[in-house]
């Protein structure tokens, strides 16, 4: 009786560890810290970050833009995108879940969209002229639209000042200049768990839950007859 309840309630662990492997993602944090600036932004050692979820491992990576304190999206543009990136062999990916009033068009595909000292880009994400000057956040969802939906996604760079740049964001610095930032690399943040377990795993959990309510009846069928 013992064994089949340790073997049963095994098998769910190993079905709930399967299901949390398989739907592990990680979020890298990318710090804005290449100033482009003219006469720098303010000299912050970090003028954001930018956290990027699911990058190599999903086929759906999640944006998230956080501004340092007193630093803002530019929505004056002079010719410069709001948040520029690239994604590895130039996918076609369409947008979700765009914080307002941030503008993208859907599907989008590689091309070549020009961020003031830090080279062309292939995906952009706009804020409108004659927005507020004070906004602070953008996050956003990318997913692989067309002949590249389903395909896993993976965050590019470019080079700059001899170092990689993940992305771009034209900001107002805390000294009111504006001009592009740089994001390099900062560290991993944290890895979650989330989505659907596969047919597999559930299938897994069910028998081994399924065995245990067996196993159970049985016990109480045996003390029962005893009794």
């Known amino acids: 009786m013992r064994r089949s309840l340790l073997a049963a309630a ?44 699911g990058s190599g491992e999903s086929s759906t990576l999640t944006f998230a833009i956080d501004l340092a304190n007193n ?6 543009g002079n010719g410069i995108d709001t948040f520029s990136f690239d994604l590895l062999n130039n996918p076609i990916i369409s947008f979700g879940g765009v914080t307002s009033p941030f503008t993208e068009t859907n599907p989008q595909s590689a091309g070549s969209n020009h961020e003031d000292g830090f080279g062309n880009w292939d995906y952009i994400v706009n804020l409108p002229m004659g927005s507020s000057t ?66 597999a795993s559930w299938a897994l959990m069910i028998m081994g839950i399924g065995g245990i309510g067996a196993s159970l009846r049985a016990r109480r069928r045996t003390v029962a007859a005893t009794a």
């Not at 600036?37 to 990027?52: K, R």
């Not at 630093?71 to 004056?76: K, R």
Request: overall charge negative; aromatic content about 6%; proline content about 3%.
């Open 10 to 53: 095994a098998a769910v662990s190993l079905a709930l560890g399967a299901a949390s492997s398989a739907n592990a993602l990680t979020t890298v944090q990318y710090n804005l810290t290449d100033d482009h600036c003219t006469g720098t932004c303010g000299g912050l050692s970090s003028y954001g970050t930018v956290d990027v979820t």
């Open 71 to 76: 630093v803002f999206f530019n929505p004056n």
């Open 134 to 199: 004070t906004l602070q956040h953008l996050s956003f969802t990318v997913t692989g639209s067309g002949a590249n939906a389903g395909q896993i996604l993976t965050i590019d760079h470019n080079t700059a000042d001899n170092q990689s740049i993940f992305a771009a964001v034209d900001i107002i610095g805390t000294n009111t200049k504006t001009g592009a930032v740089g994001a390099t690399f900062g560290s991993i943040i944290t890895t979650t768990t989330g989505g659907v377990p596969e047919p």
